[in-house]
């Protein structure tokens, strides 16, 4: 259990584990972005994300003139979230600015690459309740799989490979599960793509539009 103990010496710093939450927004980010969100200086944002790299936690890359972060693969995302769900509670937001951050993250929000918070599960829900997910035993599977391409023209069979098809994520702040996996994945794909949903500058929360909030939350 000793590279256990390792991961878990790598998340006990602070400034390591904020460099996390915000990579689990999915798209990657340049090592200045990352020093500004997490609020300490680019060099120090650095010496962290060697650290993260050299676990197998991140990868970053070379574009032009910038280094970019980005998780490694999505188990990494999963257990992050794990970890959330595991703290003994969300401290109390202070100020106006934290207040509406931490309604926006549960809201909606970017678990790495599918969706998350308050309109993930209810979109969760509403597959479950017209069929075309079965949750049973916390673990979600395909019922009516006819219903994605009906409604978010998502092709099953083309999302086969290694990465497992559909996964039950139990949410951080809602205590109840988000779809994950491929399909997950798929699904914030045709969210984007339909603007139901956009991502923000700021952070990984996501906001939800008008023509969103009919599509995902009215079921």
């Not at 915000?22 to 200045?32: M, R, V």
């Not at 300490?40 to 994300?49: D, F």
Request: charged content about 25%; overall charge positive.
């Amino acid at each position: 259990m000793s590279e256990l103990a390792d991961v878990a010496a790598l998340l006990a710093d602070r400034t390591r584990a904020r460099i996390l939450e915000e990579l689990l927004g999915g798209p990657p980010l340049p090592a200045g972005a990352l020093a500004v969100r997490v609020g300490v200086a680019p060099s120090t944002v650095s010496g962290h994300l060697a650290k993260l790299e050299a676990a197998g936690l991140i990868v970053v890359r070379q574009r032009g003139r910038r280094r970019e972060a980005e998780l490694a693969r999505p188990e990494v995302a999963e257990a992050l979230e794990a970890l959330s769900r595991l703290a003994p509670g969300v401290a109390r937001p202070i100020g106006l600015r934290a207040v509406n951050g931490h309604a926006a993250l549960r809201e909606a929000r970017s678990c790495y690459d599918h969706l998350a918070g308050r309109t993930g599960v209810a979109l969760a829900d509403d597959l479950v309740a017209r069929g075309a997910l079965v949750l049973r035993d916390g673990a979600f599977t395909v019922g009516d799989g006819a219903h994605f391409s009906r409604a978010f023209a998502i092709d099953l069979d083309a999302l086969g490979g290694r990465r497992v098809l559909v996964r039950a994520c139990p949410d951080w702040t809602e205590r109840r599960p988000h779809v994950a996996g491929a399909l997950g994945a798929a699904l914030l794909d045709v969210a984007l793509a339909r603007d139901w949903v956009r991502r923000r500058d700021d952070g990984r929360a996501l906001n939800v539009t008008a023509a969103g909030r009919c599509a995902l939350l009215c079921g």
